[in-house]
């Protein structure tokens, strides 16, 4: 898989893998311990989470000016990783208000914006070699099944030491019981019937005589547990930093060369001036729409158009127009995309059944799972073209062992097997691990036959995929109860929601077949992104414009808002049906302008 690829690439993958594993350890768990902890809406939760996520993809641009400035990429990725890790260790504090976990939140995207775009401009570094480039596409999708792997094992983290905490506190795992808790202690739960049935059920020591003392320790444990996921992510950040500060000597180290041209604030100082008035314009317009957050955040992304169109040369502005133009498009890819995290974990949790059969099951256990991969993987191994006899009978070895622990683990599963929302946090990941190859494979079999669609063609593609994989939520949510339908009002005139009731829960296939579409989609559109940015940024903006790519991530995540704030406002198949219209549009742009992206890369 490797092969042809400089050393580098192996030091970007394992540092990308370990902070990664913690990012999506707390993306997994951030609006699921929110709500938990503090008993926030969903429409606050997402109100948060959003921010944080765009947070986290924003401030790379400012990572990525530092870079360019001072052409000390390396540094400042090792910078963001001891940042990174303070922020984790601050998560772990049992009994934080609300406000010292938002400092730790914004504490981690300090970091990872000085980390994570200046590893991909690094990335493409490499590849700016003659004798590499023609496999600049392919670096990007190892680069980007490194993320996955660490994303893969998050969610199981994260739950199991969730779970193993609970347990050692005597309770069970329900998702819905922390909200019904905090409607109890608030002295506003409408049905106070269902919240006994459920402590009953998960109360390890009986039947519960007193819910006060049950809902404090409950929301506490379950908590409290998340506190320790934290832990892990800590940890992961840890690892992430050695490998990188032993191995870093294999990755290029791009110095001031003399005469070259670099990014100064001297440089054209009406730029900034500028930028700030285009941002603050914006920002006051979309507010009158929307709210000052969501302004400020676009407001940002426009003030940065502006600054880098100032400063560009106008040989630079070619490239740069094009750039900013597919950054454009990858916003409301990612305001789609990014729903796993927020109305994807809501529709998990109250609109998936919580019991699953045997064969369900197998998919929502690591070692189940992890059974079922050594299968198929032995078997590739095993037919390979160009395998060699240690090689098949490895193959053979790892079938047999991996068929054997499959039919073990399912036969001791019972009958109703209970699952957790976590889980669906994994499978975009495995997805991705598991399609990387084959993507590869059709990519390269085409680029033999001539036929290799262009990286923005490639991006054009993803966003019409991904769009199916919404019209699969419409579907699924056809026939179910939406939340507006379960509000209810207390004597106050407050608004509470009743539980989804059983009738209106559907099984997991619908969101895992959701999630293998939109794994494809993002195949084709995420690392082509950043194999496109690494292409063709003009040679002084690798920094800036990896991180222009993220912070359009950033405003994506931001609208992701969009989601929470019609949660509970429409039908569900309405809500779906709103990505499903602007990946369609994404791509008809993207098409539409297509010619003029494919001479940019040429």
Not at 111 to 124: P, R, T
Not at 288 to 311: P, R, S, Y
Not at 518 to 545: D, N, Y
Request: overall charge positive; hydrophobic content about 55%.
């Amino acid at each position: 898989m490797l092969k042809g690829h400089p050393k580098g690439l192996y030091v970007a993958f394992f540092a990308n893998m370990g902070e990664r594993f913690g990012f999506y350890t707390m993306m997994a768990i951030l609006v699921l311990f929110l709500q938990a902890k503090f008993g926030l809406a969903a429409e606050r939760a997402g109100d948060i989470y959003s921010w944080f996520y765009f947070a986290i993809y924003a401030l790379a641009l400012l990572g990525g000016i530092l870079a360019d400035a001072t052409r000390k990429y390396t540094a400042v990725i090792a910078m963001g990783q001891v940042i990174m890790f303070i922020g984790y260790a601050v998560m772990v504090i049992p009994g934080l208000t609300l406000p010292v976990t938002v400092v730790g939140l914004f504490t981690i995207a300090i970091g990872n914006g000085l980390f994570k775009g200046n590893l991909q401009a690094v990335v493409g570094q490499m590849y700016d070699d003659p004798k590499y480039d023609k496999v600049r596409d392919n670096a990007f999708l190892i680069f980007y099944m490194g993320i996955n792997v660490g994303a893969f094992f998050a969610p199981f983290a994260a739950m199991g030491i969730r779970n193993w905490w609970l347990k050692t506190n005597g309770f069970l795992h329900d998702g819905s019981l922390p909200a019904l808790c905090h409607q109890y202690i608030d002295g506003t739960l409408q049905d106070v019937g269902a919240l006994q049935e459920l402590a009953n059920s998960v109360n390890l020591s009986g039947a519960v005589t007193d819910l006060g003392t049950f809902s404090h320790a409950y929301i506490e444990a379950f908590s409290r547990g998340y506190n320790f996921a934290f832990g892990i992510a800590a940890l992961a950040m840890v690892i992430s930093l050695l490998a990188y500060l032993i191995f870093h000597k294999h990755l290029p180290k791009r110095g001031r060369v003399p005469g070259e041209k670099t990014i100064t604030l001297r440089e054209k100082p009406l730029a900034i001036p500028v930028a700030l008035v285009a941002g603050a314009i914006s920002a006051v317009l979309i507010s009158f729409v929307k709210d000052f957050k969501t302004g400020m955040a676009i407001g940002l992304f426009v003030g940065f158009v502006a600054w880098i169109m100032m400063i560009a040369t106008r040989e630079e502005k070619k490239r740069v127009v094009s750039l900013l133009l597919v950054f454009f498009v990858v916003i409301f890819f990612w305001m789609g995309f990014h729903q796993n995290g927020l109305t994807y974990t809501f529709f998990a949790r109250d609109y998936t059944v919580k019991k699953v059969d045997p064969f369900t099951f197998m998919f929502f256990t690591l070692e189940n799972i992890l059974s079922v991969i050594a299968f198929i993987a032995g078997i590739f191994i095993l037919i390979g073209k160009n395998a060699t006899r240690n090689s098949r009978i490895g193959g053979a070895l790892l079938t047999l062992l991996g068929g054997a622990a499959a039919v073990w683990f399912y036969s001791q599963g019972e009958a109703e097997n209970p699952i957790a929302p976590e889980v669906f946090q994994s499978f975009n990941p495995l997805f991705i691990v598991s399609l990387t190859f084959a993507v590869m494979a059709v990519f390269s079999w085409l680029n033999k036959k001539g036929m290799e669609p262009s990286t923005p063609k490639k991006i054009g593609i993803g966003m019409i995929i991904a769009s199916l994989g919404f019209v699969v939520m419409v579907v699924g949510s056809l026939h179910l109860i939406s939340p507006h339908d379960l509000q209810v009002a207390d004597a106050s005139g407050a608004i509470k929601y009743n539980p989804v009731p059983d009738s209106s829960r559907i099984m997991p296939y619908w969101l895992m077949s959701s999630y293998l579409i939109l794994t494809f989609a993002e195949l084709f559109l995420s690392p082509m992104g950043l194999s496109f940015v690494s292409k063709v940024a003009p040679t002084r903006f690798q920094g800036v414009m990896q991180g222009g790519w993220l912070l359009a991530t950033a405003v994506g995540n931001k609208l992701l808002f969009i989601g929470s704030f019609f949660w509970e406002k429409i039908e569900l198949w309405q809500l779906w049906l709103i990505f499903v219209v602007t990946c369609l549009l994404s791509a008809g742009f993207i098409f539409s302008i297509l010619k003029r992206l494919e001479r940019a890369t040429s």
